[in-house]
């Protein structure tokens, strides 16, 4: 089955600690984007990349950083700078196209506590 | 800038009712899109259904019927007779193809809750 697979499903953190989010899809798509979500409220653009080994920052990057070695993987490190990293972060997939935009399919996402 | 409003945080309603979710939008693009994603209790966003700016034909999936007005800067969508299995948080998302690119603005989600 085609999808997108994101791990753990939940993930506890102690302050200071970095923490790696893992994203893996097998659609072949080009485009790979990471979103955070607060309780309450809409999704936030955190990173997307458009190809491999090419990334760009979203409108919350600060405290993030991201790599795009593979096509399929999209990992996302949560660093000990994101000052309030508790959220639900989702991680999706697109076909990558110059003269349209297509949907993202999403992953069921990594709960995120910091403790 | 664009920007997604979606007015309405939560809806009940008692099943079999109809009922339409508001979305209005704001974009200098003349080349943009819509979409519409439902998000379950269990979290993974599901798509389901993206419209160009160009099409403004109204559109019937079974239950579900958008109705999309450039005039109004709208694009509503419509449940009819509710089932309990629709409750979840709905969001409308935006994508300016000249100063966005792929990338998204959604709007805050209406959370819906059916009844039995």
């Known amino acids: 089955d085609g999808g997108i697979t994101q791990s753990p499903k939940y993930l506890f953190r102690k302050e200071g600690q970095n923490v790696t989010l893992s994203c893996e899809q097998n659609l072949n798509h080009d485009a790979m984007y990471w979103y955070r979500q607060d309780p309450g409220q809409g999704l936030r653009l955190i990173y997307y990349s458009q190809i491999v080994n090419d990334f760009q920052k979203g409108d919350i990057a600060e405290g993030y950083s991201v790599s795009r070695e593979k096509k399929e993987s999209f990992p996302l490190t949560v660093t000990s700078a994101q000052k309030n990293p508790t959220a639900f972060y989702l991680c999706a997939s697109s076909i990558s196209g110059i003269a349209s935009v297509f949907e993202q399919f999403f992953g069921p996402g990594t709960r995120l506590t910091v403790l | ?116």
């Open chain 2, 1 to 116: 800038a664009q920007k997604v409003t979606q007015a309405q945080t939560e809806i009940s309603v008692v099943e079999k009712e109809d009922v339409t979710l508001d979305c209005v939008y704001e974009t200098r693009d003349t080349t943009y899109y819509l979409f519409w994603y439902k998000q379950p209790p269990s979290g993974e966003l599901v798509f389901l259904i993206r419209r160009n700016s160009f099409d403004e034909q109204n559109e019937i999936s079974g239950r579900y019927s958008w109705n999309f007005q450039k005039s109004t800067s709208s694009f509503n969508f419509t449940i009819t007779a509710s089932q309990v299995v629709d409750s979840a948080v709905y969001f409308c998302a935006l994508s300016g193809r000249e100063t966005s690119g792929s990338r998204l603005t959604f709007g805050e989600g209406t959370q819906l809750t059916v009844n039995p």
